[in-house]
């Protein structure tokens, strides 16, 4: 193909994708909702109304507090794992991200296990129950939720910087401080930043704390635009206000992408981590921070695997597992179990096939023009920027028609999925193809190879960790998916899937089910999480 005409023709398939399954889709339900709203004065009335100050104020303020606290806790812990060298730093490192691949309601239901009047922690000790209700028992849970993703950006920010100029620094009698200032403070800094903005968009679109902990009181832009479309049965003011939601968080959503972007090393840089220096007070305080985090995250893991067996307020071991599988639930949830973990990673598995599609696609773009990195990745980010309610309304009311019915839905819950997972796969591979040095490929080039064909062969097989980890983080996101395949499979319960099970379970106030479910669903994501760190021991060997 020409020069130039392989990149085009990519991108176009990118766009195609994203336009077709979001854009379009959403574009005409905000312009439908619109004009069936009343225009642009209606839409200033349901602004300026009480519910939707309360809802934006409420948005910001959880956002606000969320990924400022994220960015205190996250980055001197993401600190000690960039920076430093110690025995299972790789497999602690890809645990973190076990909260971030689990269904926001999973981490409601994991808090209230540890810190609830009944909880593991909140039984025994009354001042822990503060953070299991109302505003501090949301922000808690987009902490637990989002602290770790803080972490690890944070790590590969100092992962960016130059060991060398580093090394240069205090050959020539330069202070730490020095060389912090100089070297990695810059893009340490960046990758915690970046990891506070994705904190404060998902947790002002959040949709589950909120209601599940501190109700009406506490109710998010999305919630309200669910409560518009489901409850209140106005869907084009609900249409009309997600409009604004998309608009009020576009310019956090660009300055992720824009950060993100910096955090790639330059091309043939190796970053080295070195042994931590114990004697210095600075390396006890990163490791105290890091411990705490890893402590909180493992006791909220600990708390739903003990509360699946062991139930609050008593009864026999091991209830809730009887309780999952018994005939009853499968009549109230109108699937089985089985059939539900079935579901679940059906659709997991075809979301990871299509994303990780479309993230090579986008990789490939973005390697060899990187000039159009910030406008690709803000394209990929749109879905997750609509948020999963009015994705999933958007796709529902845009293709249900020409889908023609309810069997076919699987496949818009399949491409909700995939979309939602994307940005975080691009990230997985753009990081290190980015670092990459270029002479392979040159030299795939000198010997005829086209530039997909260099890219193919000389350098996705140099990524391969990139690879399977991104191919695993779409699959994780989609076994954990909630909200957008919720309100997909509401007519329908042959697709529920066991994220969707859970909150049925726990609507119908079958605690102890819905306990064990949670508990199954978390097995699945540490299966996932096993056979990342695997892989990565492979590649090291």
């Known amino acids: 193909m020409p020069r130039g005409a392989t990149e085009a023709a990519l991108l176009a398939g990118v766009l195609a994708v994203v336009g077709a399954f979001a854009l379009a889709p959403a574009v005409e339900l905000f312009a439908r909702s619109f004009v069936a709203a009343g225009g642009w004065a209606a839409l200033a009335r349901l602004v300026a109304s009480p519910s939707a100050r309360s809802a934006f ?49 999973v981490m409601v239901l994991g808090v209230l296990d540890l810190l609830g009047p009944q909880g593991i922690a909140g039984g025994p000790w009354p001042a822990a129950r503060w953070f299991a209700s109302g505003m501090p028992g949301v922000v808690a849970v987009n902490l637990f939720y989002n602290v770790p993703i803080v972490v690890v ?6 992962e960016a910087s130059s060991s060398s100029q580093e090394e240069t620094i205090a050959s020539l009698g330069g202070t730490p401080a020095r060389a912090y200032l100089e070297t990695w403070a810059a893009p340490s800094w960046t990758g915690a930043l970046g990891g506070g903005l994705l904190t404060f968009v998902l ?23 669910y409560s518009l479309a489901e409850v209140a049965g106005q869907p084009a003011q609900a249409g009309a206000l997600a409009l604004v939601l998309v608009a009020a968080f576009l310019a956090p959503a660009l300055a992720y992408v824009l950060l993100v972007r910096r955090l790639a090393p330059s091309r043939g840089r190796t970053y080295r981590p070195r042994r931590p220096v114990w004697t210095a007070p600075a390396t006890w305080a990163l490791a105290g921070t890091f411990v705490a985090v890893a402590a909180a995250e493992l006791a909220l893991v600990g708390a739903v695997v003990v509360r699946s067996i062991v139930p609050a307020g008593g009864g026999p ?46 990789a490939f773009v973005t390697s060899r023009r990187p000039q159009l990195t910030t406008g690709v ?66 030299s795939a080039r000198a010997l005829g190879a086209t530039p997909w064909g260099a890219f193919v062969d000389a350098d996705l097989p140099r990524v391969r960790r990139g690879i399977r980890t991104a191919l695993l983080f779409a699959f ?60 990565r021991r492979d590649d090291d060997g």
């Open 203 to 225: 947790s002002a679109l959040s949709f589950a704390p909120p209601i599940l902990l501190c109700g009406n009181r506490c109710s998010t832009v999305e919630v309200l635009v």
């Open 377 to 442: 990745g803000l394209a990929l980010f749109v879905p997750v920027l609509l948020s999963p309610v009015v994705l999933a309304e958007a796709l529902e009311a845009f293709w249900g028609p020409i889908l023609g019915g309810t069997a076919d839905l699987w496949v818009l819950i399949v491409l909700s999925q995939a979309l939602l997972a994307v940005p975080f796969a691009l990230q997985s591979l753009q990081v290190p193809l980015f670092g990459l040095a270029p002479a392979g490929a040159e």
């Open 57 to 105: 104020r409420n948005s910001l303020l959880q956002g606000g507090l969320s990924g400022a606290l994220a960015v205190a806790i996250g980055y001197p812990a993401g600190v000690f794992v960039g920076r430093y060298r110690w025995p299972g730093r790789d497999v602690v490192r890809s645990a973190l991200l076990l909260p971030f691949l689990l269904p926001s309601l």
């Open 317 to 362: 071991v091991g209830r809730g597992w009887s309780a999952l599988f018994a005939g009853s639930t499968a009549g109230r949830l109108g699937i089985s179990v089985e059939g539900a973990v079935g579901n679940t990673l059906f659709f997991a598995a075809l979301a990871a096939a299509v994303g990780i599609v479309v993230a090579i696609a986008s």
């Open 153 to 158: 950006l944070t790590a590969t920010g100092c």
């Open 476 to 535: 994780a996101l989609g076994l954990g998916e909630f909200t957008a395949t919720y309100f997909l499979v509401t007519s329908s319960t042959r697709f529920r899937t066991l994220p969707v099970a859970i909150y049925a379970l726990t609507d119908d106030r079958l605690y102890a089910a819905a306990g064990a479910a949670t508990a199954l669903l978390l097995a699945l994501s540490l299966a996932v999480l096993a056979v990342v760190v695997a892989g």
